[in-house]
Each structure stands twice: as C-alpha cells, then as structure tokens.
C-alpha cells in the first residue's frame, strides 16, 4: 500500500485499507479530539490555510526593487561610485530605497486591511470536541478532527469517510467531473485515481447532498487542493482590469524604448560622459514607468473595500471591484431579494383543497426530523410549533436537487411510515394514488384538478409543494428505491411577499446601466407573479427551453429575456454563458448549494453571508444584507474606487511623458543635462507622494453612472492631448530661464524641478474631473498632501539639503515666472477640456473572455 506517513507529515494512501489503521496512522479517536488535543496539534502544524497568494514581509520588499529598470539603474549607480561618484550614488540609491519603501508600505497596508475585511467571512465547519459538536472556522481544523457534514458545506481538509448516508460530494474543482460522486466508508485500491478514491474527502469540494461523518487526515498545504491551487497560481487567470494594465504597460514600453535609445545616442554624439548619460537615461525610463502603480492599485482597492464593508459589502478578491464596477447584467434569485426572505407557510391543504391537519401534522415529521440541511420551507413549517420527537426518526432520504425530495421514515404510531416532501411534479412522479375526502382514490382521477390548484396558487404568488406517504411495516431502513407508490396526502403552500423597495432598487440599478433579470427555480407561475411586482415584465423562459436549445442559438433566444423559471444548476450557467457571449459582463447573486456553478461562472460571483459555506466560498462578493439596494451601493463604490484608480493612470502618464520628452528635446538644445539623474528620480518620487491620497479622492455622480473598464485608447488619447500641453509649458519655460534670464546652471536645474513637480501636482486636481476644478474639488487628504509637497518643492532649493542635490536658490523675478507659467498651464487645460474631456465616461467594451480558475483562489 506504500508509504504511509510523508516527511512533512502528510498521509499517503490514507483511502487504502481498513479505517482502523487510516484513523491509527494519524493517532485519532474515533469519538474525535480533545480541545487540549486540537489547540496542541494547531499549535505544531499551523493553521489549516494553502498559503500561495499575496506576497508578505521581506518577499513584498524585494518586490519592490525587481523591476528591471530599476535593477539595471541601481548597477549603474554602484558603477558610478566605483569610479568615484560617492555622493551622486549615494543620492540615487537613497532616494530609489525611499520610492521601494513607500510602495511596500502601502501594500503591506493593504494588504492588512484585505485580511481584516476577509476574516468577517467565514467559513466554519462542525467537528466533534471533548465529545461535543461544535462549530470551528475551516483553518482551526487539525488532522484527528471527527468532522460533521451536511448539505451545502464545504469538505474542509482531505478526510477518510467513517459513515454516510447518501452523501454526494462535488468534486468539480479538483476532478473537472460535472456530476457529483457518492461517498461511502469502504476501502479503495492505493493505486486508485483521485476520483476514484470514494472513501475520502477533498479539501476544496462540498456536499451536494446527504450527511455524514469524516477524519481529517491531512490539513493546509498537505492536501490535494493545494497542489492544484499552487500550479494555478503559478499562472493565474488575469481579470479584465489586468488585462487593461497590461496592455498599459506595453504602450509605456514602446515609447520608453524610442525615447530612451534616442536619448542615449545624442548624449553620446555631444561627447557627453558615458556613465552620466546612461544614469540620466535611465533615470528617465524610471520617471515614465509608474512605480508605484502596483501600490497605488493596491491601496484604492483596499481603501475602497473598506469603505465598500462599511456599507455591508465585502470584497473578498479586490480584482472583483473591477468587474462589479464594470457589470451590465444582474441575475438574482428570488428569495431574499426581490422578496422579504421571510417565507411562511400559508396553507396545509388536502388533495381537495381544504385545510387538513394530518397534512400539517407529516409535513412538521418530515421537516422536524430531517438532518440533511436548514432551509427556509422546514422553518416556516415548524414556525411556533414544538421540535419532533427524535426518537421517532428511523431513516433518512436526504434531499438532492435531481430528485428534488426529502424524504424520511419515522415510527408513527408503530408504524414504520415513509413520508415524502418536494416539487409537486417530483412528488406526483412517484405517487400512484391520492387521498381524497371519499378516500384513497387513484393518482389519475384527481391529477388534472391538483394541477389546476397548483395553477391558482402559484399565480397568487406561492411556492407549492407536494406531500406523500407510504406505509412500510416492519421497515428501519429506507432508501430512492422505496419512493414509489406513494400516496398524495396534500399540497403546502408558502408566501415570500416581494420587498417593499424591490422594484425602486431595480429602477436605480436600470438607471446605473445594469439590467436585473431574474433567474429561479421556482415554477413559472410563481416566479412571473413575483417578477409582475417588482416590474420585470415579459413571459418567463423555462428550462426546459433553455434545454432544448442549442449553444449557438441560446444568446439570441434570451435577448429581451427578463425571467428565466424551473431553471437547474446547469441551465443556470448556460443562460449565463450565453450572456457574456452577447457582450455582458454578468454578476449573479446566489446563496444555495445548487448557485455554485454559476457564481464560479460568473464575472462577478455575489452571495450573502447567510448563505451555504459552497456559495460564500465561491463568492467573489459577499453581502452582509441580501437587499438590491446594498448592491447598488456596492457598484457604486466600487466605480469610484475604480475611477480613482484610472485618475493616477491617466494624470501620472501624462505628465511623465510630457516630462521625458521635455528633458529629451532639452538635451539637444542645451549645452549641459537639463536635470541631474538624482533630481530626476526625487521629481519622480516627490510627484508620486499625493498619489498614496488619491483613494479619498470624491468621484463626480457622472463617472459613476455607467459601467467602467480599463481603456487604453483612451489612456493614450489622454497622453498625447495632456502631455502635448505639458511639454509646451516645459519647453517655454526653458526658453525663459536659459535665453531670457540666462539662469546659471543650478539655478535652472532648481527652476525646472519646481516647474516640474509643482505643476504635475496641480494638474492632478485640473484633470481628475471633467468639471472645472472650481466646482469639483479634491478630497481634503489629497489637496491637503499637494499643497504640502508644492511647498516642499519650492522651498528645497532654499534648503542646506540643495547643495548635494545640485540645485540653487532661484531668484524671486524666475519663481514669478514660473507662477505666471504655472497659471497658463492650469488655463490651458481648463481650456481644452471643453473640447476633450479627460475622462470619457463611456459603457464598458462587449465581454472579455478570460479563464475562469476562482475556485482555487
């Protein structure tokens, strides 16, 4: 059977063999672990986490420096000073470690505050403690654990199965298997596939139906699932957002290489030194390359989580704020959020048609005895009304969702009585007879008049279900098998009244440019009568119609679609798929076991907290309130996180290609470097300091109106129309200083520097808004950051710290020309954003297809 104890203390072939000896090879109880037990093992073997994601500590800080410019400058510098530059190296290294520790700084910040914000979501599991059931978080489960599982939990470790009762597990994110797999306690072949290891359990799947109970056997970085979800992190699926940053970053890349061979081939030809002019080139490559765009993206997005769970929204994966900002579809469930969520049962009716006890009385054993999982129509059925007594439950037929039943054989009355709950049609499927007022009558004779009620009550907005019994004398077992020639006894009707403000929150995200369509799998009656409420007009389209239509075909049939009834798991990701092939980018809220598919699909994945462990896990939002309007503020900030954002994008390259292609036209015209390789990077560095604040920044009710993406078109557009106007007002500012005033060289580079940085910070609040800058003004921390820098750069040169940087006090008469130029600069751009505004506001571009690897995240 091999090995079975791994070095690093992973179980091997923990599936072979009898249970005894998988349970003696991890030394654990059947009746589980002490709570002494599990702290001391969770103390050895660390928490039940796979740790591949974000980057911590000294690895984030190295990150810093890996840019390849970056490296190929600070071996320039070390070159510099080995030939006797001292303090021109030392500068440079000093001021390129202070820009690596800013970035590191921020992103560690951010990267806490994400941590804060996920630890509000979690996912817990039922395990057996000091003899006791309890509920733990999924990374306090230690290897030992006796693990309790029901419907709709996620399998939290790699575990042996000690028993089950129907239990399905779907293993689709570790197998790629579209059906789930039964799992029972018998031994499997050590060679066995992993999907054909029946007896155990894996970290990442969940249970689809059935319960039952499980030893952890191998925990975090040990189990199956890590493996897999280290090969997927090795290449991970990139989002639309880092798409658009890419490509960004390849434009940048292009002009960088023809500025920068071009510079450095004229600083030669003007016999300028060698090592002087590699230095300034490179420096100017570092001052067009957005360094601290990483760090900048990483603390918008976090800023805006926060801000996003203060208004009961919390953003598990913040590359999700991107595609919620971006959304032009909505599907929604019914319960909870077109309705109150508060479902009660109205009616225990007979076959006839009339209140019946008897109904009511097996309907609360079916419900009050049932082990499976919690759901809303067994607690509305034992609302008020005294718990079963459990000594009368004898078997259990979980509920699955091909099926569509529960059922459960209880000793009533001495008799061993099958009784049976679910969809009419699935329990009319199994019936043979019906109970009527004149007795036991066949199925057939009363058929057309059950559908006929099941018709009137839908229309009146119930959820109906059908009730059936069978006698089993002498029975303590009961499986599928013996759903058969049941007995209809009555109909159960339940009312989830629609939300007061539910057709309001679907106006106001309509008027944010998304479209909610609802997408259940309620009955085509009930889910019309709903939809009528709330204002999603139009005949429903069935699964059974979705079914029957082909891949191809499906994206037109659906267009104008607004309610999609008696849908399954599968038809749910189809009309999704369909969707995105149409052009949409697709949210879908989801809370139950069968949503995981489709939120794993999705572009954007929403559920609730209340929702089952499978659904919050594969969730890439997940909402403290399961209310539209909490969805609405959610896209809303999640725009406005977004558009600030594409703020340092837009501003910071403009302003570094208008500075770049300044100082390159400057060498060519002046006898000496326009700016010194230190004073280039502490412009870079100094300019970039307001930009940590750009995430308070307020974003005008027109940006985020519409769904937004990374444009890069547009981007360029902004480039070349932006810093065209920068490098006129740099250019004539050379002119002024060097043919005008004739100003010494120090006096010039410290004239420049201000030129530079001050109006780089100013342009900033003129094009972070299409408005005038008078009527949209900054946040607080962000005018408050500029003007301190502003300050900081004029007075610099004025500083004992000018002399080592290369600069010299400029005389008042060139400050007031720089002033006067400063004023043009902020005239001109008021000007022209009549004409070309520097954020087009615009619908997001038709879907981009993308892998879709989030379960393992």
Request: charged share 20%; glycine share 8%.
């Amino acid at each position: 059977m091999g090995e079975r104890f791994g070095p690093q203390g992973r179980t091997k072939a923990f599936w072979a063999g009898q249970l005894s000896e998988a349970l003696a090879v991890v030394g654990a109880p059947s009746q589980g672990l002490t709570g002494e037990q599990a702290a001391r093992l969770l103390r050895e073997r660390g928490p039940n986490r796979v740790t591949v994601a974000r980057r911590r500590g000294w690895r984030l800080l190295l990150a810093q420096f890996t840019n390849p410019i970056i490296l190929i400058l600070v071996a320039a510098t070390v070159l510099s000073m080995a030939v006797g530059d001292l303090i021109d190296g030392a500068i440079i290294l000093a001021i390129v470690a202070a820009s690596g520790g800013l970035g590191f700084w921020q992103e560690r910040a951010a990267g806490r505050a994400v941590d804060a914000l996920q630890a509000r979501v979690r996912v817990a599991v039922e395990v057996v403690r000091d003899g006791h059931p309890v509920s733990v978080p999924v990374e306090e489960v230690v290897v030992g654990d006796l693990v309790l599982l029901h419907a709709g939990d996620v399998v939290p470790a790699d575990c042996r199965v000690v028993d089950a009762q129907r239990l399905q597990v779907d293993q689709a994110a570790l197998t790629g298997e579209s059906f789930p797999v039964e799992k029972t306690p018998d031994a499997t072949p050590a060679e066995a596939n992993l999907g054909g290891r029946t007896n155990a359990l894996w970290m990442g799947t969940h249970l689809v139906s059935g319960t039952g109970r499980a030893v952890v056997m191998q925990t975090g970085r040990d189990t199956a699932f890590a493996e897999v979800a280290a090969r997927v992190a090795a290449r991970p699926a990139a989002t639309g957002f880092q798409r658009g940053l890419t490509r960004f970053g390849l434009l940048l890349v292009r002009i960088m290489v023809v500025l920068l061979v071009g510079i450095g081939v004229a600083n030669l030809l003007m016999g300028r030194p060698v090592i002087d002019s590699l230095l300034f080139s490179l420096a100017l490559a570092v001052g067009l390359t957005p360094q601290l765009l990483p760090a900048i993206v990483a603390v918008s997005l976090s800023a805006g989580a926060r801000v996003m769970a203060a208004h009961r929204v919390i953003v598990k994966r913040l590359e999700a704020i991107e595609d919620f900002g971006a959304m032009t579809v909505l599907l929604t469930d019914k319960t909870g959020t077109l309705t109150a969520g508060c479902v009660t049962l109205t009616a225990s009716l007979s076959v006839d048609g009339e209140p019946d006890d008897e109904a009511a009385r097996l309907a609360r054993l079916n419900a009050g005895l049932q082990r499976g999982f919690t759901n809303p129509m067994d607690t509305a059925i034992m609302a008020g009304q005294p718990p079963a007594d459990p000594a009368r439950r004898l078997a259990e037929v979980p509920y699955d969702f091909s099926r569509q039943r529960l059922s459960l054989l209880v000793d009533d009355g001495g008799t061993a009585t099958l009784i049976t709950k679910g969809s009419l049609a699935a329990v009319l499927d199994v019936c043979t007879t019906a109970r009527t007022g004149g007795g036991v009558v066949p199925l057939d004779e009363v058929r057309d008049r059950v559908q006929r009620r099941f018709t009137e009550l839908s229309d009146r907005g119930n959820r109906v279900l059908g009730l059936a019994a069978r006698a089993l004398p002498g029975a303590r077992t009961a499986t599928v098998d013996d759903e058969t020639q049941m007995t209809l006894v009555g109909l159960l009707a339940f009312q989830d009244p629609p939300k007061p403000d539910a057709a309001e929150a679907i106006d106001r995200l309509t008027g944010m440019g998304i479209a909610v369509r609802l997408i259940t799998g309620d009955n085509r009656h009930a889910a019309a009568h709903i939809a009528g409420k709330v204002g999603l007009t139009g005949e429903p389209m069935l699964g059974t119609e979705i079914a029957g239509c082909a891949d191809a075909e499906l994206p037109d049939r659906i267009a104008g679609t607004n309610v999609f009834a008696e849908v399954d798991p599968v038809q749910k990701e189809r009309v999704l798929t369909a969707l995105r092939a149409r052009g949409a980018v697709v949210g879908f809220i989801g809370d139950g076991i069968n949503d995981s598919p489709a939120l794993h699909a999705a572009d954007v994945g929403i559920s609730v907290d209340t929702a089952v462990d499978v659904a919050k896990q594969a969730a890439a939002i997940v909402l403290l309130e399961k209310d539209l309007n909490v969805v609405a503020d959610g896209v809303r900030l999640g725009r406005q996180t977004f558009t600030n954002t594409l703020k340092y994008i837009r501003v910071n390259t403009s302003a570094s290609f208008g500075n770049v292609v300044s100082m390159s036209v400057a060498t060519l015209l002046l006898p000496f470097l326009p700016l010194l390789p230190r004073q280039v990077l502490l412009l870079n560095f100094l300019s970039d300091i307001p930009y940590i604040t750009i995430s308070t920044d307020h974003a005008d009710p027109e940006q985020l109106q519409r769904p937004r993406t990374v444009d890069v078109r547009a981007i360029r557009r902004f480039m070349l129309v932006y810093g065209s106007i920068s490098i006129a007002v740099d250019l004539a500012a050379l002119a002024v200083l060097h043919w005008f005033w004739h100003a010494p060289t120090d006096v010039f580079r410290a004239a420049w520097f201000i030129q530079f940085t001050a109006t780089e910070i100013i342009v900033l609040m003129v094009l972070r808004t299409n408005r005038s800058f008078l009527r949209s003004r900054p946040s607080t921390p962000l005018l408050a950051t500029g003007a301190l820098l502003i300050a900081v750069t004029v007075a610099l040169p004025f500083t004992p710290l000018a002399a080592p940087l290369g600069l010299a006090p400029p005389p008042l008469p060139i400050l007031a020309t720089l002033a006067v130029l400063t004023v043009a600069y902020v005239v001109t751009n008021e000007l022209v954003k009549r004409w070309i505004p520097p954020d087009p506001v615009t619908a997001a571009p038709k879907h981009r297809f993308r892998l879709h690897r989030r379960a393992l995240r």
